[in-house]
């Protein structure tokens, strides 16, 4: 998180000078059972995740603070911003753990309504603490547009990502059209997707209001 003339920028937030790698650094590879998918030509342990999907490059503009710096591209996440924040369920403002004894606390758009306790959430959105919950509410375009709901989750497992997908065809390495679908980590053809965001299911959470919630400690 940064403060500047912008206010508060988060962490995830996308920044002038971040540029994503060369298509020409990619190749074919193989995994452990001799399936062919996609890779670097200098891939290093840090470009796959924990479940061994491959993900975008993206430089990082990084401040004396340690923190990313520069002016926010707002509309644009970076992968491996989002991708930390969602692995180790930290909030996305700030970099601080979201997990409480209460729950994981997450934002999501009312534009498909206000889910039931029985409904199944996949989300793209990495958690927020409670101190930067309220903010990120009421600054987030597409949630001042269409309103959010709070959901407090006691369970957050992976699911997936989202990212382009790739096929070797008699041209080399060619990108497909990439619909934004999320992929399940069981499916194999995360081999050849090009990861930018992950997912988590979100399962036994209580809908609940920012203003009822005890401020940060």
């Not at 994503?20 to 670097?40: C, E, P, Q, V, W």
């Not at 340690?66 to 509309?75: T, Y």
Request: net charge positive.
């Amino acid at each position: 998180m940064n403060t500047t003339q912008h206010g508060v920028i988060p962490y995830i937030t996308g920044r002038e000078g971040e540029e994503a790698d060369s298509f020409l650094s990619l190749r074919t590879a193989f995994d452990l059972k001799g399936n062919t998918r996609l890779g670097y030509w200098d891939e290093t342990p840090e470009d796959r995740d924990v479940r061994g999907v491959l993900w975008a490059r993206v430089s990082q503009s990084i401040g004396a603070d340690r923190l990313p710096a520069g002016e926010p591209k707002w509309r644009l996440i970076h992968p491996s911003r989002q991708r930390e924040c969602m692995l180790k369920l930290k909030c996305q403002v700030c970099v601080a753990p979201a997990r409480t004894p209460e729950g994981i606390l997450f934002l999501e758009s009312k534009k498909q309504g206000i889910p039931t306790p029985s409904s199944t959430i996949r989300t793209a959105q990495p958690p927020l603490c409670r101190r930067h919950a309220r903010m990120a509410a009421q600054r987030c375009p597409y949630l001042a547009e269409h309103g959010h709901v709070a959901l407090l989750a006691q369970s957050a497992r992976m699911y997936g990502v989202i990212g382009t997908p790739y096929a070797y065809t008699s041209k080399g390495i060619q990108a497909l059209a990439a619909d934004d679908v999320p992929i399940a980590y069981e499916d194999p053809a995360l081999r050849w997707v090009l990861a930018s965001q992950m997912l988590r299911t979100l399962r036994s959470f209580t809908v609940v209001d920012l203003n009822d919630l005890a401020p940060a400690a």
